[in-house]
């Protein structure tokens, strides 16, 4: 969404408007404005399914928390409903997904 500008006769309510525009749409552009966690999924030993509630193919994914020491990868491509992530032990992990 767009911030609507208000005109005005006022050069620094202008340039104001203008800097809030322009760090408001940065943050919009960001993908991780989008983002979702999947917090303690429940990995196993091997190739793992993991819904992640995103709505779309997600760009990528990243751990930010685990219960254990382990090891994660993708399996094969996200698809709009899993990831598809192998793990080397046991664990329950937190991810963010975007």
Do not use: E
């Not at 006769?9 to 919009?28: A, C, E, P």
């Not at 303690?40 to 994914?61: D, E, F, K, Q, Y």
């Amino acid at each position: 969404m767009k911030l609507r500008k208000v005109y005005s006769k006022d050069n620094d309510l202008n340039r104001v408007q203008d800097n809030v525009s322009g760090v408001l749409d940065f943050i919009q552009q960001s993908p991780l404005t989008g983002a979702v966690t999947v917090v303690a999924a429940p990995l196993t030993i091997g190739a793992n399914s993991v819904g992640h509630r995103l709505g779309r193919r997600p760009i990528g994914w990243f751990t930010i928390g685990t219960d254990a020491p382990c090891t994660l990868y993708d399996t094969a491509p996200a698809d709009q409903t899993f990831l598809y992530i192998t793990s080397d032990i046991a664990a329950n992990v937190t991810l963010i997904v975007i």
